[in-house]
């Protein structure tokens, strides 16, 4: 069996922190990334934010016999450029990066997480503090539409990417739903 990698994205207050946490806990043999964006928006951000992901995908390329969960990767660092909180095109980057994750030899999935009840954002955004960018109900919305989009680009535009849309609406539900998902990498 190959080893996996589950990259988790969605917007701020999807529950990111509590699903790959859960994969974590329940996951043997499994490292947990939780990766953030850098500060510096220019264009000296970008070469550092390019070298950071050309390396991570070089480390998760020479690493073996261990499951990887992210919470975040460049998937992050291209909806935040298409929505306009960065100062410069992500996109050929992304592109670039997409395919090399793609051919690496590991079963590879994307989960996209969204909530169904949108009002529920409010809620979960007001409990978070002391986070990088600063969000709100509006912009976690507009997040997850572009979320949404990214996931049904990747699934025509990747043959080896494995992307999952999760609702986390009702926590105990999704955690049902994770277990059918990634019930056989728990043992």
């Known amino acids: 069996m190959k080893d996996t990698i589950i990259i988790v ?15 974590r806990e329940k996951i043997v043999a499994s490292d947990l990334y939780r990766l953030t964006g850098i500060k510096d928006k220019t264009k000296t ?3 550092k934010i390019k070298k950071k992901y050309l390396k991570l995908l070089e480390y998760i ?3 073996e016999d261990v499951n990887m969960i992210f919470d975040r990767t460049f998937f992050s660092e291209e909806i935040y450029s298409r929505l306009g909180f960065k100062p410069y ?11 090399k994750l793609d051919n690496l030899d590991f079963e590879i999935y994307l989960v996209v997480l969204y909530l169904e009840n ?23 919305i507009e997040q997850q539409k572009e979320y949404l989009k990214l996931a ?3 699934k025509k535009q990747t043959k080896n990417i494995k ?13 049902e739903n994770i277990d059918k998902q990634f019930g056989y990498l728990f043992k």
């Open 89 to 99: 095109s992500f996109h050929e980057l992304y592109k670039e990066l997409l395919n």
């Open 163 to 175: 992307v999952i849309e999760f609702s986390t609406d009702d926590r105990k539900k999704y955690k």
């Open 9 to 23: 994205e969605g917007p701020q207050g999807v529950g990111k922190t509590t699903f790959t946490n859960y994969l």
């Open 152 to 154: 049904d680009e990747v």
């Open 61 to 63: 390329e020479n690493c």
């Open 118 to 140: 949108e009002s529920a954002y409010e809620k979960r955004i007001q409990r978070d503090k002391g986070v990088y960018q600063k969000f709100s109900v509006k912009s976690s």
């Open 45 to 47: 951000g970008y070469e």
